[in-house]
């Protein structure tokens, strides 16, 4: 063979692989426990891997699974660039990597860069004394003359966001808990070791990543007082309502204009590898679209981010869905959203806005529809409401701070549901880590696998409709409009262009079609069919979906 002959059997390689992507998210913890401890690991992820590639999606991302003392449950890590025994050893890793690829799936895993636990080497040498080679890797201040914190910045999970170290006799900077101090990425060297980390996963056979608060990364230089926050621009997208972080407006604790470059540099190191990508979260309840925007705009910073726009408390109607893309419009225009109605941190959507199940199927048509790439949170196809977790069961440090007003997010990280037999769901063998919920286990896999009714089968029609219309993948819009519970919009893709049109609301509605001749489909979605003439009767929850003919 000739190397052109073996240059034209090379696979191709689709760079654009994220782009439109369906992403499952599994919080490994809660996934399949394999070894009986009550604890989901990374060989229970390997063991499932034909049940997420029977759904058709794209990729896996995973979360944290390092080495960490578990005060935040991974998000605290000690090492970035092992995994904690817990969930298993770094062989195990590469099993998951070689089962996902081997079902044609893409992996994606969690990198928590903003900050590390206060157990990680970095910080303890950090922490010693102000000489050390590290002393400049964290966010160290004085104290103001008084003994007073350097600024008013506070911390997501209560309190201020600085903690006195006796040793240093100075304050560290820490957004989220006090194991949680917060790297300094004003220097070089911090960057220079959070690349070479994010390469170890990369040269291992990781497809991209989720990057974690994508907008904590730098602090402003000065360390100034954040403003107060007007409280008609406060919500409780971020931090709930109960949370004085609302009560400010973050402008020097995060959404630093340096954060930019940092990110250009991450790419650089992504486009080293054949089809690398990310996607970041943005953190961010007043300008969330707008650093969505700013961070995935062109092609040297990252590929995509997820706003809090879709994980809002406030019920999604149609009007609300068409102003999040108004405004996209205007401040992202040439970025790349991904959404989610659920993952690890938010109350679960089918309870969130008390959804029916009519209204969960239109919600998963829906997002299978928008322009974007989709995550979907573990059980999410099986539409569970959130756990009911009583306050001695509870975990999560978050909803031990804020009880009762508050519960924490151990209601959506409870254990998935695989079967009904037992009172595990399937999940594991042992006592597991959180209560599975008796609610879930007749909603468990094996039960809707053999109902071809479920919202399951329903969620992986979905998925394949997505996939055989290229314009829902990586296809524009011209726009997203609501009339009345109506929301509508067509996508196109070459010479591909489809109608979408969806009630959000359990009033039947009367709606015009666009002119055009066209042919509906999406029948095995419970598409509604315009009279013949052109008048769509949407039922309660009912969608229209229409391809042009010509």
């Known amino acids: 063979m000739t190397k052109m002959e073996h240059h034209l059997h090379l ?7 994220w782009r439109g992507a369906v992403i499952y998210q599994i919080y490994p913890r809660s996934f399949q426990d394999s070894n009986g401890d009550g604890i989901g690991d990374l060989i229970g992820i390997s063991q499932r891997m034909s049940y997420i590639a029977s759904l058709g999606v794209d990729a896996i991302w995973i979360s944290p699974f390092f080495t960490s003392p578990m005060k935040d449950f991974g998000y605290d890590v000690s090492d970035y660039c092992d995994v904690d025994p817990m ?9 998951v990597v070689e089962a ?7 992996v994606m895993i969690d990198l928590v860069l903003s900050h590390t636990s206060d157990q990680h080497p970095w910080f303890v040498e950090s922490q010693s004394d102000r000489t050390n080679s590290k002393a400049d890797w964290y966010v160290w201040s004085d104290p103001k003359p008084d003994g007073t914190p350097p600024n008013n910045w506070l911390s997501i999970f209560g309190g201020p966001a600085w903690q006195w170290d006796p040793g240093r006799e100075q304050y560290y900077l820490h957004n989220f808990l006090v194991e949680q101090p917060d790297l300094n990425f004003h220097n070089e060297d911090v960057q220079s070791a959070i ?8 040269d291992r056979g990781v497809d991209g990543f989720r990057l974690d608060t994508i907008n ?11 403003p107060a926050l007007p409280p008609e621009r406060r919500n409780a997208n971020i931090a709930p309502s109960v949370n004085p972080y609302n009560h400010q407006e973050h402008i020097h604790s995060k959404n630093q204009p340096e954060n930019v470059e940092f990110l250009k540099r991450f790419r650089a190191l992504l486009d080293e590898y054949p089809a690398a990508a990310c996607v970041g979260e943005v953190g961010d309840a007043q300008r969330g679209l707008e650093l969505l925007g700013e961070y995935t705009k062109g092609t040297d910073r990252v590929h995509m981010c997820y706003a809090f726009e879709f994980l809002a408390k406030t019920p999604l109607d149609a009007t609300r ?16 959203p991904c959404w989610a109605f659920s993952n690890h941190d938010v109350m679960r959507h089918a309870t969130r806005w008390d959804l029916p199940p009519a209204a969960q199927r239109m919600f998963a048509t829906l997002i299978m529809c928008l322009r974007g790439s989709v995550c979907l949170y573990q059980g999410e196809e099986l539409g569970l409401p959130e756990a009911d977790v009583a ?8 909803g031990k701070q804020f009880w009762p007003e508050f519960k924490g997010r151990d209601g959506c990280r409870t254990p998935m549901v695989w079967e009904a037999s037992n009172q595990n769901g399937g999940f594991s063998e042992g006592f597991p880590w959180l209560p599975v919920s008796h609610d879930h286990l007749n909603r468990s896999v094996g039960v809707q696998e053999d109902d071809p009714t479920s919202i399951l089968h329903h969620y992986r029609r979905a998925i394949a409709f997505r996939k055989e219309h290229p314009s829902l993948i990586k296809g524009e819009h011209g726009g997203v409009f609501a009339y009345g519970d109506i929301l509508q919009f067509t996508r196109t893709h070459g010479d591909e262009t489809l109608f979408c049109a969806f009630n959000l609301s359990d009033t039947p509605s009367l709606h015009g079609m666009p002119p055009g001749d066209w042919s509906t489909i999406g029948h095995e979605l419970g598409g509604a069919t315009p009279s013949p003439d052109f008048k769509l009767h949407l039922g309660p929850w009912q969608v229209c979906l229409a391809i042009k003919q010509g």
């Open 195 to 202: 690349l070479a980390t994010t390469r170890f996963w990369l």
């Open 100 to 106: 996902a690829h081997q079902h044609g799936l893409k």
């Open 216 to 226: 904590f990364y730098y602090a402003d230089k000065k360390l100034r007082d954040n």
């Open 321 to 336: 869905v068409a102003q999040v893309f108004d405004e996209l419009g205007r401040v992202a225009k040439h970025g790349w």
């Open 391 to 398: 306050f001695e069961d509870l975990q999560d440090p978050y």
């Open 11 to 17: 696979p191709v390689i689709d760079k654009d692989w």
């Open 87 to 95: 969930f298993g050893s770094l062989a195990d890793f590469d099993v």
